[in-house]
């Protein structure tokens, strides 16, 4: 069963949908997942791509994968908001919080 058939699925937590964006959950999110994870794996058009945007945070292995390292808060975070997002990666794109918050 593909993992992106459907409505959502959830997978160690992280709901693998195509979530709209929304005012209300973005105004909402603390951007705990732009900060918390190590890193974000990058194809390698995505790497050029941050690469011209200024990224300084970028890593590859000699195997042949690329990283946005997010560490203690990606370097594009805006605030609580990603300063990148119509150019963010698609591993961004894909991921969305499994908690709800009320206001
Ligand atoms: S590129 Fe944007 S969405 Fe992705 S980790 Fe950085 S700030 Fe968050």
């Not at 011209?52 to 605030?79: S, W």
């Amino acid at each position: 069963m593909s993992l992106f058939h459907g409505h959502k699925t959830l997978l160690h937590g992280i709901l693998l949908d195509h979530p709209e964006d929304g005012a209300e959950r973005c105004a909402a999110c603390d951007a705990s997942c732009c900060r918390g994870f190590p890193s974000v794996e990058l194809t390698a058009g995505e790497y050029a791509e941050l690469e011209r945007l200024g990224a300084k945070r970028l890593a590859f292995t000699l195997d042949g994968r690329f990283y946005l390292l997010i560490e203690d808060g990606c370097e594009f975070l805006d605030g609580n908001r990603c300063g990148i997002y119509q150019q963010r990666p698609a591993i961004c794109r894909r991921f969305t919080c499994s908690t709800t918050r009320s206001a």
